[in-house]
């Protein structure tokens, strides 16, 4: 034996003289518990075979690669570079331009749609609010030859913020100007701003502007805008309110610095009295166009609308029957009335009929004023009679009551949560006086009257009567 090689602190090479090698290979390989048990051994070995001085085996040690400090590493690798690829992919998907991409930053992308020509609906298609169409126009009227207003020094308007209880057609209105401006439409909704991470809510407000001013001239529409733009300064828990921030944004967006040329901000809400003021003043939102719920010529012009693609019974002319069922739908928005066409062929196709009639009409108002009737909610007789003096009593005093409103229908079938129920016709009015309030109040109570007079008892079938009219005399 030449030497002895230590390798790694684990194995030991025998390295033979040349020559005198006992085996085929050039080396013999043993393992080794630990270093100091080996070095013992081979003392004790050499001093029994009396080995001394020169002649002792000489014992070397040295490291060497084996792979398991790769296999170690592999982990760590792996990890980085799924962290480097993630960071490459969102960065490539904002950059590419291929909006929304997935990747670790691109959460502060606004989620906005930018639609061009896939909206069908157009003006025509929105009946009932005039005025309000009127001004829109003018919106759409500015973007498609701004040179006409800018020759006088007029200045384009920001942005219009359309307000009006829900179902007047808030959204339409807004629809319908995206299909007849052939200019770009966003539409993005108010909550969309709002998300779990902090600081998300500006940046999407800062990219959805951006994004406008790519496509401008171009109408951004903010749907349900009361989610961002509520009143500062009330709840934020935590001293930071991404909401308020959210907002500030916005405003400073709107009318800030960097002025937006030809975008125009149209919005939608039906709470503008939590909207915060500085978000409503000129230069803003410059105009607040309010929607209110159609008179007689709207409901009919709407009727006549969603009465265009319903199959109707041969012997119906459109104009008289719209205007017919506007008279009998006072107060409905025109969501109301779209339910109303569409209750009326569903009630047509539950009976068979090849085609609808009035009278599935006048079923589906009914159902949507009282609710689904109850056939099967069986009264005791004696119920039963109570029920129809109630009704009557309302009906006989309505009758001889000058300003009560006419009645059109009194029924003692059970709709929706009451026992009976009449159907009025009330005026389309915004005044009332006195005495009309009065006679209102004469003809609610007269149910309890007549139950009073035939029975000489009151049951608590007026429940509801009451209420009302404890309402009206309190407003009084």
């Given amino acids: 034996v030449d030497k002895l090689e230590v390798v790694n602190k684990r194995f030991v090479r025998v390295v033979f003289i040349p020559g005198k ?26 001093q029994e075979m009396g080995i001394e001085g020169e002649k002792k085996l000489p014992v070397v040690y040295t490291a060497e690669s084996d792979g398991s400090f790769l ?4 982990p760590t690798v792996l990890i980085i570079g799924f962290l480097l690829y993630s960071i490459r992919r969102g960065a490539a998907g904002l950059g590419r331009g291929g909006r929304g991409m997935g990747g670790l ?8 749609k930018v639609l061009k020509d896939e909206i069908d609906v157009k ?105 961002v733009g509520r009143k500062r300064g009330r709840s934020n828990f935590g001293g930071q309110s991404e909401q308020e921030n959210t907002l ?4 400073v967006e709107m009318d800030g610095f960097n002025t937006t040329t030809n975008v125009v901000v149209l919005a939608g809400t039906n709470r503008p009295d939590i909207l915060d003021p500085a978000l409503l003043r000129p230069g803003r939102f410059d105009r607040q166009i309010f929607i209110g719920p159609p008179d007689i010529k709207g409901r009919a012009s709407i009727f006549k609308v969603h009465l265009r693609p319903l199959k109707l019974d041969t012997t119906l002319n459109k104009d008289n029957l719209a205007r017919k069922l506007a008279s009998l739908t006072p107060g409905f928005s025109g969501a109301d009335i779209a339910n109303v066409c569409n209750e009326a062929a569903l009630i047509a196709a539950r009976h068979l009929a090849d085609a609808i009639n009035q009278k599935h009409f006048e079923q589906a108002i ?17 119920e039963k009679k109570t029920v129809a003096y109630h009704e009557a009593g309302h009906a006989v005093a309505g009758w001889f009551l000058e300003h009560a409103d006419p009645l059109l ?48 008892r009151i049951t608590t079938g007026a429940q509801d009567d009451l209420k009302k009219v404890t309402q009206s005399a309190y407003a009084q």
Avoid: H
């Fill in 21 to 46: 090698s006992p085996v085929d290979g050039q080396f013999l390989w043993f393992n080794i518990g630990s270093v100091d048990t080996f070095e013992r051994n081979l003392e004790t070995a050499q």
């Fill in 123 to 227: 003006f025509k298609d929105v009946a009932g609010c005039e005025e309000a169409k009127l001004e829109i126009m003018e919106f759409v009227n500015f973007l498609k030859n701004p040179k006409q207003y800018q020759d006088l020094g007029a200045k384009i308007p920001k942005g219009a913020i359309l307000t009006g209880p829900p179902g007047t057609g808030k959204t339409l209105l807004a629809k319908a100007t995206a299909g007849e401006a052939n200019v770009p439409f966003i539409t993005v909704n108010g909550s969309e701003f709002l998300e779990m991470f902090v600081g998300v809510g500006p940046a999407r407000v800062r990219d959805l502007f951006v994004l406008a001013r790519k496509n401008a001239p171009c109408i951004l529409f903010i749907d349900e805008i009361d989610a």
């Fill in 366 to 382: 009914e159902r949507v004023i009282g609710g689904l009737e109850k056939k099967t909610q069986v009264l005791q007789p004696e």
């Fill in 409 to 456: 229908k009194v029924s003692i079938i059970p709709r929706g949560k009451g026992l009976g129920y009449a159907q009025y016709l009330p005026k389309e009015q915004y005044l009332y006086t006195k005495e009309q309030l009065l006679d209102r109040m004469c003809m609610t109570l007269g149910g309890r009257v007549s139950e009073q007079i035939f029975f000489g």
């Fill in 71 to 74: 296999l170690n590493m592999l």
């Fill in 105 to 112: 930053f691109s959460v502060g992308e606004t989620t906005a």
């Fill in 248 to 251: 500030n944004q916005l405003l």
